[in-house]
């Protein structure tokens, strides 16, 4: 790998990492406003990367996907634990609890997507390195939404899908559990690239020309 790729892959992995934090620390603060302190007692409730970084998760398939040159990037972080029985409504707050996650990274893009365009009235341009940046945690978060949102366990989505489920689903979505991430690997691809897509053409649209996905091409370079 050149020197270029690499400080290229630095820059999506902390991007990543970034994101993962808040997406934690999302979880966890969701968490202790619905009554239950176990993850703010465990240190979770923070930005602090050790708190929340998983081996494989954080570490092994971010830096895999870096190096395979993979179109996308996805990754996990250890997950917010919570006692169930210390929450205000046992049924309905972890549906809150798990949509804190993929909210959080809806905040980042709705952020990162309103500063980005006011730089574009101010004058920056798509090879500007704070452009690569924001254009990169954008598209990261977009990737993190939606890959949390599959409604397999362990990630977020699952918890909603649940929340819906009469009690022989509710068994069928448990029992799949130890397969969840394999599952979600396999079917993160076609997801993705539905969901990613059409996020990244509505942004698009906000810009003049086609400024976003330039930016996007340049981060990528």
């Not at 954008?138 to 909603?160: E, K, Q, T, Y």
Request: aromatic share 10%; hydrophobic share 55%.
């Amino acid at each position: 790998m050149t020197i270029h790729l690499i400080a290229q892959g630095l820059l999506w992995y902390c991007c990543l990492l970034f994101s993962l934090c808040v997406h934690e620390a999302a979880h966890a603060a969701m968490a202790f406003r619905c009554g239950d302190p176990s993850a703010k007692f465990l240190g979770r409730m923070t930005l602090n990367p050790l708190a929340h970084i998983d081996p494989i998760g954080t570490v092994a398939l971010p830096v895999l996907m870096i190096f395979w040159r993979f179109p996308y990037l996805v990754g996990w972080a250890k997950p917010v634990p919570f006692n169930p029985r210390n929450l205000k409504d046992m049924r309905r707050d972890p549906v809150f609890i798990a949509l804190a996650g993929p909210g959080s990274n809806l905040s980042i893009i709705v952020l990162f997507t309103i500063i980005l365009r006011v730089g574009v009235e101010l004058g920056l341009t798509p090879e500007l390195a704070l452009t690569r940046v924001l254009a990169s945690l954008i598209m990261i978060n977009m990737v993190l939404m939606a890959f949390n949102m599959i409604p397999v366990p362990p990630l977020d989505g699952h918890h909603v899908l649940y929340f819906f489920l009469p009690p022989g689903g509710k068994r069928v979505l448990e029992q799949i559990g130890p397969f969840g991430i394999v599952i979600a690997i396999l079917v993160a691809r076609p997801w993705l690239s539905l969901v990613v897509v059409k996020l990244v053409t509505g942004i698009n649209a906000l810009f003049p020309g086609n400024f976003f996905l330039e930016a996007l091409r340049m981060a990528a370079r």
